[in-house]
């Protein structure tokens, strides 16, 4: 007799749990170095969770290692918050490179619908002049790249390269030329539609580079998204134009330069152009003692700086006041510098009342203030990303899926409360959305608030296209307490 199969009765069906992306590390250190490592089998870059084996590999009297022992010397360092130390030698051969502005933001291709975009340019030198680009073809990102490069490499050698999605696009434009001669320089257009601000490309300035040692700009260029890492230092000081150009490309990628300079002029010069060009991604402190101390200054502040445990419960920190292991108050600082630092945003050491103390003013934000928001940002993307993405079904277009999605984004908010990023306070700006009401109970009582706009409410070409509306985040953040006022009353 045959035996039928038991499948007939029952059947299982077996399925993995679906793999989404992980949190990105935050603590992750760089050490761009112009050092060659010892051995010509290094590679692209090394992993280090302590100085030893950088002193392996670029000996123990190289600069590399004395950062190193700057960065791992704080307590706490970025070992606690999870990250490590990635040293990146530039190259010592690097090819000719071209000039590159990068967008800052992810665009959105489908709302080009103008019909005159026009861009003004001065290439490789040339005057500037308006190239038209007229209307895009919107129906895949390479038409649209095709439309953006059919006038721009013809009439002025400059290239539009699209990455990401239609709808979430990142842009490089970049010259065809390359070597030290190669330069754009961006500047708002006479007559049409300005295509630089909406592609959220910054009317801003750049240069090539000539075969030879690899600038530092290049250097993240090239191990942007195959190396990760949060925090940038240097192991030498940069050159005005090129620190403005490297600044500038930080600004549109989601990372933290910290850069230090020992000579006070640069208070009033190239940290105070940076201020005034916001670029709040990168950090400039002063040290005055020696150029090799402010670095090993910027080396300190960072391990310690980013060693915050996202996840952690009440681990969010300020710089300001802290204690910089290995670093003596710098015995050049006086109350005018001070205040011109304060004034420029630069993060300075002096001696506090006999104690060697970091000094924030908070002008160009504070520290804890842009490393905590990135964070926070990142984390929602990946938060966003592994609900869509670890669902073996999908996400209904409705409200019980955006409840779902927003489910996943209250998660972070409510991290950021637990790290002591955020808490509840008393919302004060007149922007509120949803219910006002609930808007400012919800940050009073959670330090939060998530609102999306109604799925009723979407157009049928929104619903055809399978995007959420539209989802709106409001946060309180905890602030700091950096000095007090008091006042006191004596009687007799």
Same mark, same amino acid.
């Given at each position: 007799?045959?035996?039928?199969? @038991?499948?007939?009765? @029952?059947?299982?069906?077996?399925?993995?749990?679906?793999?989404?992306?992980?949190?990105?590390?935050?603590?992750?250190?760089?050490?761009?170095?112009?050092?060659?490592?010892? =051995?010509?089998?290094?590679?692209?870059?090394?992993?280090?969770?302590?100085?030893?084996?950088?002193?392996?590999?670029?000996?123990?009297?190289?600069?590399?290692?004395?950062?190193?022992?700057?960065?791992?010397?704080?307590?706490?360092?970025?070992?606690?918050?999870?990250?490590?130390?990635?040293?990146?030698?530039?190259?010592?051969?690097?090819?000719?490179?071209?000039?590159?502005?990068?967008?800052?933001?992810?665009?959105?291709?489908?709302?080009?619908?103008?019909?005159?975009?026009?861009?003004?340019?001065?290439?490789?030198?040339?005057?500037?002049?308006?190239?038209?680009?007229?209307?895009?073809?919107?129906?895949?990102?390479?038409?649209?790249?095709?439309?953006?490069?059919?006038?721009?490499?013809?009439?002025?050698?400059?290239?539009?390269?699209?990455?990401?999605?239609?709808? =979430?696009?990142?842009? %490089?434009?970049?010259?065809?030329?390359?070597?030290?001669?190669?330069?754009?320089?961006?500047?708002?257009?006479?007559?049409?539609?300005?295509?630089?601000?909406?592609?959220?490309?910054?009317?801003?300035?750049?240069?090539?580079?000539?075969?030879?040692?690899?600038?530092?700009?290049?250097?993240?260029?090239?191990?942007?998204?195959?190396?990760?890492?949060?925090?940038?230092?240097?192991?030498?000081?940069?050159?005005?134009?090129?620190?403005?150009?490297?600044?500038?490309?930080?600004?549109?990628?989601?990372?933290?330069?910290?850069?230090?300079?020992?000579?006070?002029?640069?208070?009033?010069?190239?940290?105070?152009?940076?201020?005034?060009?916001?670029?709040?991604?990168?950090?400039?402190?002063?040290?005055?003692?020696?150029? $090799?101390?402010?670095?090993?200054?910027?080396?300190?502040?960072?391990?310690?700086?980013?060693? @915050?445990?996202?996840?952690?419960?009440?681990?969010?920190?300020? *710089?300001?006041?802290?204690?910089?292991?290995?670093?003596?108050? $710098?015995?050049? *600082?006086?109350?005018?510098?001070?205040?011109?630092? *304060?004034?420029?945003?630069? $993060?300075?050491?002096?001696?506090?009342?006999?104690?060697?103390?970091?000094?924030?003013?908070?002008?160009?934000?504070?520290? $804890?203030?842009?490393? +905590?928001?990135?964070?926070?940002?990142?984390?929602?993307?990946?938060?966003?990303?592994?609900?869509?993405?670890?669902?073996?079904?999908?996400?209904?277009?409705?409200?019980?899926?955006?409840?779902?999605?927003?489910?996943?984004?209250?998660?972070?908010?409510?991290?950021?409360?637990?790290?002591?990023?955020?808490?509840?306070?008393?919302?004060?700006?007149?922007? +509120?959305?949803?219910?006002?009401?609930?808007?400012?109970?919800? @940050?009073?009582? *959670?330090?939060?608030?998530?609102? =999306?706009?109604?799925?009723? =409410?979407?157009?049928?070409?929104?619903?055809?296209?399978?995007?959420?509306?539209?989802?709106?985040?409001?946060?309180?953040?905890?602030?700091?307490?950096?000095?007090?006022?008091?006042?006191?009353?004596? %009687?007799?």
């Amino acid at each position: 007799m045959t035996s039928l199969d @038991i499948s007939n009765v @029952i059947v299982v069906t077996l399925l993995s749990a679906l793999r989404g992306l992980s949190d990105v590390n935050t603590s992750i250190l760089a050490l761009i170095t112009s050092e060659a490592p010892i =051995s010509s089998s290094y590679g692209t870059a090394g992993i280090y969770k302590n100085p030893n084996g950088v002193a392996s590999d670029f000996g123990s009297n190289s600069a590399t290692y004395r950062l190193a022992v700057m960065v791992f010397s704080q307590n706490p360092n970025i070992i606690s918050g999870g990250g490590y130390l990635v040293v990146i030698p530039r190259l010592a051969a690097a090819a000719a490179q071209p000039a590159v502005i990068l967008s800052s933001a992810a665009v959105d291709l489908t709302k080009l619908t103008a019909t005159d975009y026009k861009i003004k340019a001065a290439v490789d030198g040339a005057a500037a002049a308006e190239i038209a680009i007229g209307e895009l073809d919107l129906t895949s990102l390479a038409t649209v790249q095709t439309s953006l490069n059919v006038a721009a490499i013809t009439a002025a050698d400059l290239q539009f390269v699209l990455s990401g999605s239609l709808t =979430s696009a990142s842009v %490089e434009l970049k010259t065809i030329t390359t070597g030290a001669t190669a330069a754009i320089v961006l500047s708002a257009t006479a007559a049409g539609t300005d295509i630089s601000p909406l592609l959220n490309i910054a009317l801003a300035s750049s240069t090539g580079a000539a075969t030879g040692l690899e600038r530092v700009k290049d250097a993240v260029l090239r191990t942007y998204g195959s190396i990760p890492y949060f925090g940038i230092i240097l192991d030498a000081k940069q050159a005005d134009a090129d620190l403005t150009e490297l600044a500038a490309t930080i600004q549109t990628m989601d990372k933290l330069l910290l850069v230090a300079s020992s000579t006070v002029g640069d208070i009033a010069g190239i940290f105070t152009t940076l201020k005034g060009k916001s670029y709040t991604h990168t950090r400039m402190l002063y040290y005055s003692v020696s150029a $090799d101390d402010a670095l090993d200054f910027a080396a300190g502040y960072a391990g310690r700086g980013l060693s @915050i445990k996202m996840s952690g419960s009440n681990t969010a920190h300020t *710089m300001h006041l802290k204690t910089i292991t290995g670093l003596d108050a $710098d015995s050049g *600082m006086t109350q005018t510098i001070l205040t011109a630092a *304060m004034n420029a945003g630069v $993060d300075t050491y002096p001696d506090i009342g006999g104690a060697a103390s970091v000094f924030i003013s908070g002008v160009n934000q504070f520290f $804890d203030q842009v490393y +905590t928001r990135l964070a926070f940002k990142l984390r929602l993307q990946i938060a966003g990303f592994n609900y869509l993405a670890q669902t073996n079904t999908k996400i209904p277009q409705t409200e019980q899926g955006m409840s779902g999605l927003k489910g996943a984004y209250r998660k972070i908010c409510q991290m950021f409360v637990t790290n002591g990023t955020f808490a509840p306070g008393m919302w004060n700006s007149s922007t +509120t959305f949803g219910d006002p009401d609930d808007h400012v109970k919800n @940050i009073a009582a *959670m330090g939060f608030y998530i609102y =999306s706009d109604p799925i009723a =409410s979407q157009s049928q070409a929104e619903r055809e296209t399978r995007v959420a509306p539209g989802i709106y985040i409001a946060a309180k953040d905890a602030g700091a307490i950096h000095s007090s006022d008091v006042t006191v009353y004596v %009687e007799s």
